[in-house]
């Protein structure tokens, strides 16, 4: 509200306010001198947080006098504006056999209102990736909006997956928006490649035919194998490492195939035996083996004599082997068993002497046969011959009574010594 007082009278008294025309602002009269400065349609604080106005006052007096004065007015702020992403959705990628907590990217979200409507968080809505939550794949930062990687991604398992973040103010109530985010996991080559065929089989021998009568050119057979890996670590390529006879098969670089390169002659060998590595393009390249035994023969029984030796052979090296440390198992045990019940039984009879040795029992007196005590005095009516035998064994010793001899109060004891 705005008064203005011009002390001339008539026409020289009457005054009139204005404003500007570029601010969204009128100035209304109420009452005599009185104005009002209101609105004209609606104030934005994003667009002008403060307005400089000037308002001008003028007499109707010849000439005119004027008088302005201008006024600040801020705008305060309210939360009217949802954070706004820098992109409409994002893609990042990442190479495989990655370490868990490792950085991606990061989301960033501008909000236009002022201080606390401002301050944007960002959060990972829930939702699931294969069935596993999305929570155990990727990690967010609440405030600066960088994604990590929780766990160590693996693209046989898993190619690409997408999740949304959502930016949120802190103004009440709080205004949000959501963004897409795309993962895109690169192959790294971490698998060697994987013969299908021929089977490598542990025990048997499967080889193939060749007739002697096989031209040059003639297909043997084809080492097929595949790469679970992808792009250029999946293109494989076959050479041939070693052989029994190089000049007589090849290996195709691309297809696998193995062909002879000359006319099968009798001189070549019955068993042939190639062994053909399989290659794929990664950097650096991972490589598989393959054995292939080759039978150069126009009969079925040729080829099963010249086979089954070498099988056998094997058995028979592989049993005797088995029995080998079965019977050096049987002998350690067998020692260590002896060995437990000696130690037991020395500690055991050293224990009943050291008991024996010890012992505080009383010692009762042994009398010989016809003992008399006379009248209390303990000695003997008769005397007695005594004749001790003692062998190196103790348990053979023999003791031998003679008869009786005078009547004197006397006790004689002899005692030989027999030594055998």
Same mark, same amino acid.
């Given at each position: 509200?705005?008064?203005? %007082?011009?002390?001339?009278?008539?026409?020289?008294?009457?005054?009139?306010?204005?404003?500007?025309? &570029?601010?969204?602002?009128?100035?209304?009269?109420?009452?005599?001198?009185?104005?009002?400065?209101?609105?004209?349609?609606?104030? #934005?604080?994003?667009?002008?947080?403060?307005? &400089?106005?000037?308002?001008?006052?003028?007499?109707?007096?010849?000439?005119?006098?004027?008088?302005?004065?201008?006024?600040?007015?801020?705008?305060?702020?309210?939360? =009217?504006?949802?954070?706004? $992403?820098?992109?409409?959705?994002?893609?990042?990628?990442?190479?495989?056999?990655?370490?868990?907590?490792?950085?991606?990217?990061?989301?960033?979200?501008?909000?236009?209102? /002022?201080?606390?409507?401002?301050?944007? *968080?960002?959060?990972?809505?829930?939702?699931? @990736?294969?069935?596993?939550?999305? *929570?155990?794949?990727?990690?967010?930062?609440?405030?600066?909006?960088?994604?990590?990687?929780?766990?160590? $991604?693996?693209?046989?398992?898993?190619?690409?997956?997408?999740?949304?973040?959502?930016?949120?103010?802190?103004?009440?109530?709080?205004?949000? *928006?959501?963004?897409?985010?795309?993962?895109?996991?690169?192959?790294? &080559?971490?698998?060697?490649?994987? @013969?299908?065929?021929? +089977?490598?089989?542990?025990?048997?021998?499967?080889?193939?035919?060749?007739?002697?009568?096989?031209?040059?050119?003639?297909?043997?057979?084809?080492?097929?194998?595949? #790469?679970?890996?992808?792009?250029?670590?999946? /293109?494989?390529?076959?050479?041939?490492?070693?052989?029994? #006879?190089?000049?007589?098969?090849?290996?195709?670089?691309?297809?696998?195939?193995?062909?002879?390169?000359?006319?099968?002659?009798?001189?070549?060998?019955?068993?042939?035996?190639?062994?053909?590595?399989?290659?794929?393009?990664?950097?650096?390249?991972?490589?598989?083996? +393959?054995?292939?035994?080759?039978? +150069?023969?126009? *009969?079925?029984?040729?080829?099963?004599? %010249?086979?089954?030796?070498? !099988?056998?052979?094997? %058995?028979?090296?592989?049993?005797?082997?088995?029995?080998?440390?079965?019977?050096?198992?049987?002998?350690?045990?067998? $020692?260590?068993?002896?060995?437990?019940?000696?130690?037991?039984?020395?500690?055991?009879? /050293?224990?009943?002497?050291?008991?024996?040795?010890?012992?505080?029992?009383?010692?009762?007196?042994?009398?010989?046969?016809?003992?008399? #005590?006379?009248?209390? !005095?303990? !000695?003997?009516?008769?005397?007695?011959?005594?004749?001790?035998?003692?062998?190196? =064994?103790?348990?053979?010793?023999?003791?031998? $009574?003679?008869?009786?001899?005078?009547?004197?109060?006397?006790?004689?004891?002899?005692?030989?010594?027999?030594?055998?």
């Amino acid at each position: 509200m705005i008064n203005t %007082e011009d002390l001339d009278s008539g026409d020289n008294g009457n005054v009139k306010c204005f404003i500007s025309d &570029n601010v969204p602002f009128i100035l209304k009269l109420t009452r005599n001198n009185f104005y009002n400065l209101i609105t004209d349609s609606d104030l #934005d604080r994003e667009r002008a947080s403060e307005y &400089n106005i000037t308002v001008t006052c003028s007499d109707e007096g010849v000439p005119s006098l004027s008088s302005s004065v201008t006024l600040t007015l801020q705008i305060s702020d309210v939360n =009217d504006n949802a954070p706004v $992403f820098e992109r409409s959705s994002y893609e990042a990628y990442i190479v495989e056999n990655n370490t868990p907590g490792l950085s991606m990217f990061t989301v960033k979200a501008t909000d236009a209102d /002022w201080n606390q409507n401002a301050r944007v *968080s960002y959060i990972l809505e829930d939702s699931s @990736v294969n069935g596993v939550p999305v *929570s155990s794949h990727v990690s967010v930062s609440a405030d600066s909006g960088v994604i990590h990687a929780v766990r160590s $991604f693996d693209y046989e398992q898993i190619k690409d997956f997408h999740f949304s973040v959502k930016a949120q103010d802190g103004g009440s109530p709080p205004l949000s *928006s959501n963004v897409t985010v795309k993962i895109m996991i690169q192959d790294q &080559n971490d698998n060697p490649p994987q @013969v299908l065929y021929p +089977v490598q089989t542990g025990g048997s021998l499967v080889a193939e035919m060749v007739p002697r009568s096989a031209d040059v050119g003639y297909l043997v057979t084809k080492v097929v194998a595949v #790469d679970v890996d992808s792009g250029q670590n999946a /293109w494989l390529s076959y050479k041939l490492q070693k052989a029994t #006879d190089r000049a007589l098969f090849e290996v195709g670089l691309q297809n696998g195939e193995i062909r002879t390169i000359r006319q099968v002659t009798d001189k070549d060998a019955v068993k042939q035996r190639l062994t053909v590595i399989v290659e794929d393009n990664g950097q650096p390249s991972r490589s598989a083996t +393959v054995v292939v035994n080759v039978a +150069v023969a126009d *009969s079925f029984p040729e080829v099963l004599s %010249e086979f089954t030796e070498l !099988t056998h052979d094997k %058995e028979y090296n592989d049993n005797l082997t088995f029995y080998l440390v079965l019977a050096l198992a049987v002998v350690s045990f067998l $020692f260590i068993t002896c060995l437990v019940v000696i130690i037991s039984v020395k500690i055991y009879r /050293w224990r009943q002497s050291r008991i024996l040795y010890h012992s505080n029992l009383p010692v009762i007196p042994y009398y010989p046969p016809r003992y008399s #005590d006379t009248l209390g !005095t303990g !000695t003997l009516p008769h005397v007695y011959n005594y004749e001790v035998c003692r062998t190196t =064994d103790s348990r053979k010793s023999d003791c031998k $009574f003679g008869r009786a001899g005078s009547q004197n109060v006397t006790f004689q004891n002899r005692i030989t010594n027999c030594c055998t």
